[in-house]
């Protein structure tokens, strides 16, 4: 079993529709969560970071964990055709040399 | 967060030489520096972390001859690519975290593609 699951999708969906992203996850012991962007061709961009369980809120970009589950989420709320790319979860057990654990990526493709 | 310059975004090099790729933190001091090979729709793999001043520690199956990191200061590190073959092609990426820090700043990315 992979330490981090996420559907590669592709997802598509039309634009201002609310996308939901998902992965789950093995570990109990991941206490950090991220969410990166990554448009063909270049490297990742953080877009939400999290600490534990609950929500973040960041503009139209919401990420949502639930350690109970092993379960976290990015919504998208009015999505943009900008928004097309993958978007990569991540975890972490923390501190600064412990290396982050990806999920595959989920390919966006936000239809104008 | 941090600005992450690679260099070259790409590179074409014949097979059997050597390649350098930069990663340099402009705006923040880089104790740890990670490289992560990427195949096409693939995620990214881990294949080295790197502390400044120490040897890199490799993961389980890279081989640590051919790919040689070096972290020579806070802000840059380097990966040599050394006797190039067609399989090493790929997407490279550097990431930087800080001291204390749990987020990672990426790179831009290199291309290698070994002909």
């Known amino acids: 079993q992979k330490e981090v699951e996420q559907d590669p999708g592709p997802l598509s969906v039309p634009e201002g529709a609310i996308v939901s992203l998902n992965c789950t996850y093995s570990?109990?012991?991941?206490?950090?969560f991220m969410w990166y962007r990554q448009y063909s061709r270049k490297g990742p961009e953080l877009l939400m970071y999290t600490y534990s369980s609950g929500n973040k809120e960041d503009g139209r970009f919401t990420a949502q964990v639930d350690k109970s589950s092993k379960y976290i989420s990015l919504f998208i709320r009015d999505s943009q055709p900008s928004d097309s790319a993958t978007y990569l979860c991540?975890?972490?057990?923390?501190?600064?040399?412990?290396?982050?654990?990806f999920g595959t990526g989920t390919l966006l493709a936000v239809q104008p | 967060g941090a600005v992450v310059s690679q260099h070259p975004s790409r590179v074409i090099c014949k097979s059997g030489t050597s390649v350098k790729i930069e990663c340099r933190s402009l705006d923040f001091q880089a104790t740890t520096m990670f490289w992560y090979r990427q195949f096409p729709k693939k995620s990214l793999m881990l294949m080295a972390t790197s502390n400044e001043g120490s040897k890199a520690t490799y993961e389980q199956g890279v081989e640590k001859d051919k790919f040689l990191i070096n972290h020579a200061s806070l802000t840059l590190s380097t990966l040599t690519v050394t006797s190039a073959h067609p399989e090493d092609s790929s997407f490279y990426i550097c990431s930087v975290r800080g001291r204390g820090g749990t987020e990672a700043f990426f790179g831009q990315g290199t291309r290698l593609t070994v002909v």
């Open positions: 570990n109990s012991a991941f206490q950090y």
């Open positions: 991540a975890t972490s057990y923390g501190g600064a040399t412990n290396k982050l654990i």
